[in-house]
Every structure is written in structure tokens, then in C-alpha cells.
């Protein structure tokens, strides 16, 4: 009965720990902090807004897009992807961007725009390195072209 008695109490330890470890990983915001909480997220995102609608590049695909929820759709992503405690209510990118025939050139572009509006808002190289990385995979479901 002691046996079983110390195994239930490694057990139950062992599941203890195990359910604080993905606690901790699932929660994990230090990206989401790094990148000012919401609020940073935000200004950097209006700031991206508006040198997309600048970039001659890209512009022209944005013509028919309300500009003001796009904003808010990209400060949802951003925060969700970073850690942050906020939830992506849009569509799947694979959804959006299916009729738009977006290339590589166009995605790079976004990409550059992106990272321009950081620096404005002095988000150090490195933070915007992770957010860029975590964004990266979405590229095979944006380009289509």
C-alpha cells in the first residue's frame, strides 16, 4: 500500500508539473511585452497602414479595403502571434487572400513596410526579428501567385 500510495504522490506531482510547464508555454508574452502590449502593437500597426497605402508597390491592392478595420484585424494578429491575451477574429489567410493573386515581390514588400513601421516606433531589431519570424509561415498561404 506504501508503494502505491508514493507512486500516486509522484504521479499526481509529475501531472502537476507537467500542467504548470504548458501553462507557462502557452502563456508566454515576452514577445507580446516586448512589442509595447497592445498598445505598441497598435501605434506600429497604424503606422504600417499608412506606408502601405504610401508604397506604389502594393497600394493598388488595398484600393477596396476598409483600411480602418484592417488596422484592427493586423493589431488582433500581431498580438495573438506575439502572446498577447488578444484572440484573431478574421478570416483564415488562405481566405483572404485566395482571388488576389499576391506574389513573392508583393508578400517582401509588406514584409519591408512592416518592418519600417517598427523602426519608427524603435521596436529594437531583435523583437521585430521574432514577430517576423512568427508571420513567416503564413507566406504559403498569402502568396498565390
Known amino acids: 500500500m ?3 500510495s508514493f507512486t500516486g504522490k509522484v504521479l ?10 504548458a501553462h507557462a508555454q502557452g502563456s508566454d508574452d515576452a514577445l507580446y ?9 497598435s501605434n506600429f500597426v ?3 497602414v499608412t506606408i502601405i497605402l504610401a508604397d506604389p508597390r502594393i497600394n493598388k491592392a488595398f484600393d477596396e479595403t476598409d483600411m480602418e478595420r484592417l488596422s484592427v484585424m493586423l493589431t488582433e494578429q500581431f498580438c495573438q502571434l ?7 477574429s ?3 489567410m488562405d481566405d483572404v487572400h485566395k482571388d488576389l493573386a ?14 519600417i513601421a517598427m523602426e519608427k516606433h524603435q521596436v529594437p531589431s531583435s523583437v521585430q526579428n ?5 508571420l513567416a509561415p503564413m507566406q504559403r498561404n498569402i502568396v498565390t501567385k
Open 82 to 88: 506575439s502572446g498577447g491575451p488578444c484572440k484573431y
Open 33 to 41: 511585452q516586448s512589442l509595447g502590449a497592445k498598445q505598441g502593437i
Open 130 to 134: 521574432k514577430l517576423i519570424a512568427r
Open 102 to 115: 499576391i506574389t513573392n515581390m508583393h508578400f517582401n514588400a509588406l514584409a519591408e513596410d512592416l518592418q
Open 46 to 48: 497604424n503606422s504600417f
Open 2 to 4: 506504501k508503494i502505491f
Open 12 to 21: 499526481a506531482g509529475l501531472a502537476l508539473f507537467i500542467s504548470l510547464s
Open 90 to 92: 478574421g478570416r483564415s
